[in-house]
């Protein structure tokens, strides 16, 4: 499982989808209404990948509905955690002085387990592509503009 509101780092984005080719189950929570408008694009524009090689994505709406998500974390066949505050776009992973707990504690992945990921997927949505020619062209546009401008990060 993945919850992270940035996924715009293309290595990053190539080892999640290489993971789920490989029968490897992959679902990531994204917050439905994102606080940088720039990295949800690039972070939606990546989900066509993401979908094409079997990643499930969560919308999360929250228990207000307003869609607000800042958490990062990840948790491996229940044995394996991180949680913290890294990003995965570039500015996180190369530049910024982000940290993570890592944990295989399996008290802790649990809890991490129920009381975050559970509790998130619970309170999202299944992401809908854009539907139409237009839309689908549009996000498109939009994402490769943003990939230009990731790379500044």
């Given at each position: 499982y993945?919850?992270?509101p940035y996924i715009t780092n293309d290595d990053m984005v190539k080892k999640i989808c290489a993971a789920a080719k490989r029968g490897v189950r992959v679902e990531i929570i994204h917050p439905g209404s994102?606080?940088?408008?720039?990295?949800?694009?690039?972070?939606?524009?990546?989900?066509?990948?993401?979908?094409k090689a079997g990643v499930?994505?969560?919308?999360?709406?929250?228990?207000?509905?307003?869609?607000?998500l800042?958490?990062?974390?990840?948790?491996?066949?229940?044995?394996?955690?991180?949680?913290?505050?890294?990003?995965?776009?570039?500015m996180a992973l190369r530049h910024n002085y982000e940290q993570n707990i890592i944990s295989r504690d399996r008290e802790l992945v649990?809890?991490?387990?129920?009381?975050l990921f559970e509790k998130d997927f619970s309170?999202?949505?299944?992401y809908v592509p854009p539907k139409g020619?237009?839309?689908?062209?549009?996000?498109?546009?939009?994402?490769?503009?943003?990939?230009?401008?990731?790379?500044?990060d």
């Amino acid at each position: 499982y993945i919850i992270n509101p940035y996924i715009t780092n293309d290595d990053m984005v190539k080892k999640i989808c290489a993971a789920a080719k490989r029968g490897v189950r992959v679902e990531i929570i994204h917050p439905g209404s994102a606080e940088n408008p720039l990295n949800d694009v690039n972070t939606r524009y990546h989900f066509a990948a993401m979908l094409k090689a079997g990643v499930r994505i969560h919308m999360y709406q929250g228990e207000n509905g307003l869609g607000k998500l800042h958490g990062k974390g990840i948790l491996r066949d229940d044995e394996f955690v991180s949680i913290g505050s890294c990003n995965m776009d570039t500015m996180a992973l190369r530049h910024n002085y982000e940290q993570n707990i890592i944990s295989r504690d399996r008290e802790l992945v649990a809890k991490v387990r129920r009381d975050l990921f559970e509790k998130d997927f619970s309170l999202s949505t299944i992401y809908v592509p854009p539907k139409g020619f237009w839309n689908k062209t549009w996000q498109n546009i939009k994402g490769k503009a943003s990939q230009i401008l990731d790379r500044f990060d």
